[in-house]
């Protein structure tokens, strides 16, 4: 669903980090095999927590007493798995965002307050699709300062992937106004009901978003992580030959209303749902494309 922009091809190549591998240590005996088992998709729940436990220096208690490193020591090496795990996560996530900066372009100072927030907030992220955005937020802030907020920085740090992938499917069905800067997910269209059309079936017209992936649970998922208003918006009453214009994930989407008194139903982006949503490269929903013109056709010249 989610669709990364590619990096540019003209920037140094870097040579990725070596793999991060707990070191081994005595106290590996009492289930040698259970607790250095890879965590694969399907293996037991059980084989994936002894996994977890063992990278994470936490499995001081399923061996026995007598082989167990004193608790003091295994706190001390947890510690510093920790530091190198989030130094190894902060390295991928300076050399994807290396590829997405331009070699020749000259741009304002960075600001070090904001990368130094940028560290604490991105370096325990070890998940690579993550990682790839996160080095987005990056290079983008570096090659203009400003684009990203410390309080969308916060709400990122909070979104999980399935989070991440529920933003790219609301980004696939949003138009996004001439300046870029309103984002929107049209969901029906109306006239206003008066003597001559209060009868007429077709006088309101709504899209089933649900049709599309994104259900109303997901619009309240949305909302609750701070990205799109929950609240359905109207737009003013356009006049007959009033016309609006939109980009449709990159390509033009003009509408020019057929009557008089002719409004438009949408759920608007939040401020930082509409910066985080600048990380989603355009994917369009051909399906809900079809239906939203079809829909709109009724009011509108498309």
């Known amino acids: 669903m989610m669709k990364i922009t590619e990096p540019a091809t003209n920037t140094p190549t870097v040579v990725p980090p070596g793999s991060l591998k707990p070191e081994v240590t005595p106290e590996k005996a009492s289930q040698p095999d259970k607790l250095h088992q890879t965590s694969v998709a399907g293996a037991s729940s059980q084989m994936q927590l002894l996994n977890l436990a063992k990278q994470f220096v936490l499995d001081g208690g399923l061996v026995s007493p007598d082989k167990q490193m ?45 990368f130094n927030r940028f560290i604490s907030l991105a370096e325990e992220v070890s998940n690579k699709t993550m990682q790839e955005l996160w080095a987005k937020i990056l290079a983008g802030e570096i090659s203009q300062p400003g684009t990203f907020s410390l ?109 008089n008194n002719t409004i438009i139903r949408f759920y608007k982006f939040t401020p930082v749902g509409s910066e985080l949503a600048s ?18 056709g009724q009011h509108f010249r498309l």
């Open 70 to 114: 004193p608790l003091e020591d295994r706190s001390r090496k947890r510690e510093r798995l920790l530091n190198l795990r989030k130094q190894q996560n902060m390295e991928n996530i300076i050399q994807k965002a290396l590829a997405y900066c331009s070699e020749s372009e000259i741009t304002d100072k960075a600001d070090q307050d904001w």
């Open 151 to 259: 309080k969308a920085l916060k709400i990122f740090r909070n979104m999980s992937i399935n989070d991440a992938k529920l933003l790219a499917k609301a980004c696939s069905l949003a138009v996004k106004d001439q300046g870029k800067r309103n984002i929107r997910i049209i969901s029906g269209s109306y006239i206003q009901p008066g003597l001559f059309n209060f009868f007429d079936k077709n006088r309101e017209q709504n899209i089933n978003l649900s049709h599309h992936g994104l259900s109303y649970a997901d619009l309240l998922t949305l909302s609750e992580n701070n990205l799109l208003f929950i609240q359905e918006t109207e737009s003013s009453a356009l006049s007959k030959e009033e016309q609006l214009h939109f980009l449709y994930n990159g390509s033009p989407l003009d509408l020019t209303a057929k009557g």
């Open 279 to 296: 990380l989603i490269g355009d994917n369009a929903d051909s399906k809900y494309l079809g239906e939203l013109k079809q829909k709109l």
